[in-house]
């Protein structure tokens, strides 16, 4: 496999696609994509929040290797998540009060979003070094925060055309992402 | 944390008396209150996947459910949401070591969404929305019904999407050698659309059914009418 970082970084944006192609953080992309404005607002958040507790991980990673305790990885990183979503929350709320209230309910969303906490095992699985995992982490947040956008860009469209009352809700919008998702498939073979 | 942290969406309303079925069929996880998508989507491109998924989360479920609800009385409100995580990571992290222990092939099908059990968002709610209030037997009864129901879901999708996209079900082929697979609902796109087509199935039966009620209900106060007049 080519480890490039341009590479890494293209993959994880658009060829496997954290939404689309790799079904990771579902929950909010179904739940979240009713209006744009809070749709990038949460991507946004999601990106910051997936960056830091990715390079955190890396290095409790390393730490749990030295001391031969990987099977506390799990636990480890779901801390590393809840303390990095509080420490966002807080970040924010001192910054601007505005954004928080706009965010408000989903911040402490992100901790159970599997998006972030896939990052941490991805990069396990692949052997990232810090560098690799950094890129990694920026991308595939950016691939969500993408996904995220263009699914409630759709959905605010669909909100004044005449659908069957049946498929009103959570079956029109998973047409919509197996469209986005088909889509996204025209990337597969990209840099490689 | 606020309440609203527990559940990607609003929590099912209070369960009648049988949790067990409750979880089974009325409040499907996935077909009713549409949550846990990220397994039901990416582990059902196979039966056999589907159903390895579905009883590693019943375990979870159970398990975490049990608990929780032993617990429920010594752990203070403003911890309750950390500590709830960290005995469904130890669940989960039991299951990691379990499914491994049991097949290898079957860890590598399924891969990175064993650990990723943890964000699975049909635990958190379940323990946040039963399982804290709730006595140990009907939390644990809860929980296992709750988990048959994700598996359900999961091996309804699983069929479709391999009995269409690779013409087998199990590893049977179904329809013989000439069978051309639909290799789309293997593929990503496959996932979404065989859940956009349960989820509209499973709402024209419930739009009958609820018409079928009506209908009756008005039926009968026109005869309790007609009586009222003749009387």
Redesign the interface.
């Given at each position: 496999m080519n480890d490039s970082l341009g590479h890494i970084f293209i993959d994880a944006l658009l060829i496997n696609n954290f939404v689309?192609?790799?079904?990771?953080?579902?929950?909010?992309?179904?739940?979240l994509s009713q209006k744009f404005s809070t749709a990038w607002r949460m991507g946004v958040s999601v990106m910051f929040v997936i960056t830091v507790s990715g390079v955190l991980s890396y290095g409790a990673h390393n730490l749990l290797a030295a001391l031969h305790v990987e099977?506390?990885?799990?636990?480890v990183y779901?801390i590393i998540i809840?303390s990095t979503v509080q420490l966002t929350e807080m970040f924010i709320k001192k910054t601007s009060p505005a954004l928080f209230r706009e965010l408000g309910?989903y911040l402490?969303?992100i901790?159970?979003?599997?998006a972030?906490?896939?990052v941490p095992?991805?990069q396990d699985?692949r052997g990232y070094n810090l560098v690799q995992s950094t890129v990694f982490a920026i991308a595939a947040s950016g691939g969500y925060c993408l996904a995220l956008m263009l699914l409630s860009l759709i959905r605010e469209r669909t909100y004044l055309s005449d659908v069957p009352s049946?498929?009103r809700g959570?079956?029109?919008t998973?047409?919509l992402?197996?469209?986005l998702?088909?889509t996204f498939?025209g990337f597969a073979g990209m840099g490689s | 944390m606020s309440d609203n942290a527990v559940s990607c969406h609003t929590p099912a309303p209070a369960a009648p008396d049988n949790p067990f079925l409750n979880g089974l069929w009325k409040q499907n996880p996935v077909f009713v209150q549409v949550l846990g998508m990220c397994p039901t989507l990416a582990i059902t491109n196979s039966v056999r996947n589907a159903i390895a998924m579905g009883l590693a989360t019943t375990f979870v479920l159970t398990g975490s459910n049990c608990v929780i609800s032993m617990i429920r009385k010594m752990v203070p409100k403003q911890v309750r949401i950390a500590t709830f995580i960290a005995v469904i990571a130890t669940m989960v992290t039991v299951v990691d070591y379990l499914v491994k222990a049991i097949s290898i092939p079957v860890y590598k099908a399924l891969g990175a969404y064993i650990p990723l059990i943890v964000a699975n968002c049909i635990i958190l709610e379940r323990a946040e929305a039963y399982a804290a209030r709730k006595p140990v037997v009907k939390s644990t009864l809860d929980g296992l019904g709750m988990g048959l129901g994700f598996a359900f879901a999961l091996t309804c999708l699983g069929t479709v999407r391999e009995v269409l996209g690779a013409g087998t079900f199990l590893g049977f082929s179904v329809f013989g050698p000439n069978f051309e697979p639909w290799v789309l609902f293997l593929l990503p796109p496959g996932g979404f659309i065989s859940l956009a087509i349960w989820l509209l199935t499973f709402a024209t039966v419930r739009e009958r059914k609820a018409k079928r009620t009506l209908a009756a209900a008005k039926a009968q106060s026109e005869t309790t009418e007609q009586v009222a007049v003749h009387a």
């Open positions: 689309l192609c790799v079904f990771l953080g579902m929950c909010s992309f179904l739940g099977y506390l990885r799990i636990i779901i809840a309910v402490p969303l901790t159970t979003n599997c972030v906490l896939a095992l991805f699985a049946l498929a959570t079956a029109l998973l047409v992402a197996a469209i998702s088909m498939m | -």
